[in-house]
């Protein structure tokens, strides 16, 4: 069975940090892209980072660059995002998804994403 579960999300103030995790099982992780996506509450998702589990390249929104950073440990099938400072526009629920082919910045978050999680929820107070 395909599982990602995310986890890490919380509430915290602005400026603060906090480490989300997707963990994956189900499928060769080696051989897929992992991405972030998020949604704000009366907002579309918004794809936010993503990384490469064969060669770890990385592609982060304008939105979130420079203040998180997306990683993979291939042994333990788990991709990180990194959040630091925080802000309160940052708050949504995040979630993890897999697909086989690298993400295109140009494309609705509808065209990608064989695999998602349940997402976890990360609020940002002011």
């Known amino acids: 069975e395909v599982q990602l579960v995310e986890s890490g999300g919380g509430l915290v103030q602005a400026g603060a940090s906090l480490r989300l995790s997707c963990a994956a099982s189900g499928f060769t992780f080696d051989d897929y892209h992992i991405g972030w996506f998020r949604q704000a509450p009366g907002k579309d998702y918004e794809a936010i980072s993503f990384i490469s589990s064969a060669d770890h390249s990385t592609y982060y929104a304008d939105s979130v660059k420079g203040r998180f950073t997306i990683s993979s440990d291939n042994a333990k099938n788990t991709v990180y995002l990194q959040m630091d400072r925080l802000r309160p526009e940052d708050t949504a629920v995040y979630f993890c998804?897999?697909?086989?082919?690298?993400?295109?910045?140009?494309?609705?978050?509808?065209?990608?994403?064989?695999?998602w999680g349940q997402g976890t929820r990360v609020t940002v107070s002011s």
């Open positions: 998804a897999a697909d086989l082919y690298p993400y295109d910045s140009h494309w609705h978050v509808s065209r990608w994403g064989l695999y």
